[in-house]
């Protein structure tokens, strides 16, 4: 479908986004190139090929693999400052943005690389107010997670927040409860992925044992009705990206998607892209997609405002 006015134009903030799933084929090869890391993929189209995903795990195998070429601190400034640059076109006006780095100090790539590269071409676009959530891989152990919040100490001045993501099933939030518990002790925000491919009891999990502020997905809460009624009740904000859902079959077809049914529940939904290099567009083509109303629309946007980090206060400067 294409974007109709509205879609493009109004201000949004974009609060589910993995700047690894910004990593568009092309990058992949120019930083191959520069860093000397060899690939094996014969060229982009071979590459774009294997973006046929049967679940979430087979979609983390390639989005790992491909970080390979993400070695200094100018590849992490590169990378985050070529989503930056597309922000205004997509009526971007504030992004909380999640990255990885339990996946870059495996490779050796150092925590500072990672924070200073992001944060760098965060202060080069004041057009865009960017932040930074520091994720968890829940399919690496629990100390692992702690080592990691010791390591970003250093960098809390640039990261708003800590997130869960990566394999869910297997991985429930309270495995998670002893470094959440610490990261809200020193100022972060805390949310996690829940619901995506887990069950419902991992979105109870997420708000009761990490006391998340918001759930990321949460799709399979509509399979829960007292559930559903908590988290309108609670105005949960849940953070949902329907290319994502459809590309990593999570949901049948865009025409199933549940996102009309969660806004007819009355829950706090807003629609974002999750891995846009990825699973077919940024977030206006995740609007797009969903052939919703005028009204609709803007009740998304105000609803990304309203469940962002940014205070009430702020909140009218991006309207
Ligand atoms: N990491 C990047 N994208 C993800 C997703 N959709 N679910 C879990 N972990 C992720
Ligand atoms: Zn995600």
Do not use: W
């Amino acid at each position: 479908p294409v974007a109709s006015p509205t879609v493009t134009v109004l201000p949004k903030a974009e609060l589910h986004l993995h700047i690894e799933g910004t990593l568009e084929p092309e990058m992949v090869f120019e930083l191959a190139r520069r860093n000397d890391v060899a690939l094996p993929y014969r060229d982009i189209d071979d590459l774009r090929a294997r973006y046929r995903f049967a679940d979430l795990q087979s979609f983390l195998d390639i989005y790992y693999a491909n970080m390979a070429v993400l070695r200094t601190t100018r590849d992490f400034h590169d990378l985050a400052a070529a989503y930056l640059r597309r922000c205004p076109e997509q009526g971007v006006r504030h992004a909380e943005i999640f990255f990885d780095p339990q996946a870059h100090l495996a490779r050796g790539v150092p925590m500072s690389a990672v924070v200073e590269g992001l944060s760098g071409a965060i202060g080069e676009f004041p057009e865009v107010s960017a932040k930074l959530i520091l994720c968890f891989l829940r399919d690496q152990s629990a100390d692992s997670a702690e080592e990691t919040l010791r390591r970003a100490e250093p960098h809390l001045d640039d990261i708003v927040g800590v997130g869960l993501d990566s394999a869910e099933i297997g991985h429930p939030p309270s495995k998670f409860a002893t470094v959440f518990a610490a990261a809200r002790k020193l100022g972060l925000e805390p949310v996690a992925h829940a619901g995506e491919e887990g069950p419902p009891a991992y979105v109870r999990e997420a708000l009761d044992v990490l006391g998340v502020r918001r759930v990321d997905h949460g799709i399979r809460a509509m399979e829960d009705p007292d559930l559903v009624a908590r988290l309108r009740r609670e105005r949960v904000p849940l953070t949902v990206c329907p290319l994502s859902n459809v590309r990593l079959g999570c949901v049948p077809d865009i025409a199933h998607h549940p996102l009309p049914a969660m806004l007819a529940e009355g829950l706090n939904v807003s629609v974002h892209s999750d891995d846009p290099a990825y699973f077919g567009g940024y977030v206006t083509a995740n609007l797009a997609a969903l052939r919703l109303s005028e009204d609709q629309l803007r009740l998304l946007a105000a609803n990304s405002f309203e469940s962002s980090f940014v205070t009430a206060q702020a909140r009218e400067r991006y309207l």
